[in-house]
């Protein structure tokens, strides 16, 4: 394991010159009731394609490699091993770039449940999280009767609702011009117990990272435009989103852009974004950013909340955040 070849920078409300960026920088006195370990993060796993989705599930870190359609495992003893190819497309030949799985998460009975790219679906394993097999059962795969683009990333509330994004990444061309493409606009969409589907938003050029707050009355969602490189905060109401407004848009000019996300049990917002990991409160404050040299697709929180997962490019990092 190698450390992040950066220095911490300590000085409130400093902001490293974008052109330069390296470490951990915080913006806010607030950071120090965040992050209290002083350490730096570190690579727990390299040499892949291209990483997304992690989730830390049953005492395993596990991620996506959406180009080579697999499921990574990576645990503390065993280090990285395959866990479930294919993990995102089950036919004969794809000519997606980006056939496997992207955002995973668990269900309220602690299933596997994946956003599919290759198949175009909500899917949830059809076995046990310690006995994994290529075996799904279709959660959701069209609105009125028109198939996915390519599902990507999502979260689940309470009740057992599936809230998800589904953005055109996972279709051959990575466009909205794509011939395969049947639903005109890139949505945001809620799977009821009941298996209905319904769309919340139709407005968002890119809707990718998705994450509710603890109380589960907001909702945030990150938009991968790079043309319009914002996160989104809306009001949950029932079976609808309201009162749709700006979270937070960031002012780098760096690789990568607003991605996954994820909220912990505090409110407090880790997201990938241009250059790194951005870190907010439930307001929308920025608190600091970990800065790396390539893009951040997403990140993931350990059980007991004091580590982050980032999927960095070909990499997985740790950072143990709290002591």
Avoid at 218 to 235: Q, T, V
Avoid at 287 to 304: F, I, K, M, T
Avoid at 312 to 320: A, E
Wanted: proline share 7%; glycine share 10%.
């Amino acid at each position: 394991m190698r450390y992040v070849t950066a220095f911490v920078l300590l000085f409130a409300a400093f902001r490293l010159p974008a052109q330069n960026p390296k470490g951990v920088v915080r913006m806010d006195e607030e950071f120090y009731r965040v992050f209290t370990s002083g350490k730096l993060p570190e690579v727990i796993s390299k040499g892949h394609t291209w990483t997304e989705g992690p989730l830390w599930i049953a005492g395993r870190l596990l991620f996506s490699d959406a180009p080579s359609n697999t499921v990574y495992q990576w645990t503390e003893a065993g280090g990285t091993s395959v866990y479930l190819r294919p993990s995102g497309f089950t036919g004969e030949k794809s000519a997606s770039r980006e056939p496997g799985s992207n955002g995973l998460l668990a269900d309220l009975q602690g299933n596997l449940v994946l956003c599919q790219h290759g198949d175009r679906r909500m899917a949830r394993m059809d076995a046990p999280v310690s006995h994994p097999e290529s075996r799904f059962i279709t959660l959701a795969d069209r609105y009125k009767n028109q198939r996915f683009s390519s599902p990507n990333d999502a979260v689940m509330n309470s009740a057992g609702e599936i809230f998800f994004t589904d953005p055109p990444y996972g279709l051959p061309s990575q466009s909205d011009a794509d011939p395969g493409k049947e639903i005109p606009f890139n949505g945001v969409y809620k799977i009821k117990t009941n298996g209905e589907v319904i769309l919340l938003v139709d407005s968002l050029t890119r809707p990718n990272g998705i994450a509710l707050f603890p109380d589960e009355k907001r909702i945030l969602i990150a938009n991968s435009d790079p043309a319009k490189p914002h996160w989104y905060l809306y009001d949950i109401d029932g079976d609808r989103l309201k009162n749709g407004r700006l979270f937070y848009t960031p002012a780098e000019k760096l690789p990568g852009g607003p991605d996954g996300l994820k909220i912990d049990r505090r409110g407090i917002v880790y997201s990938s974004g241009p250059g790194g990991i951005f870190i907010f409160n439930a307001d929308g404050k920025l608190l600091g950013n970990l800065w790396l040299d390539e893009p951040v697709s997403n990140c993931a929180l350990s059980e007991d909340q004091k580590t982050l997962y980032i999927t960095n490019n070909t990499r997985v990092w740790r950072w143990k955040m709290r002591n």
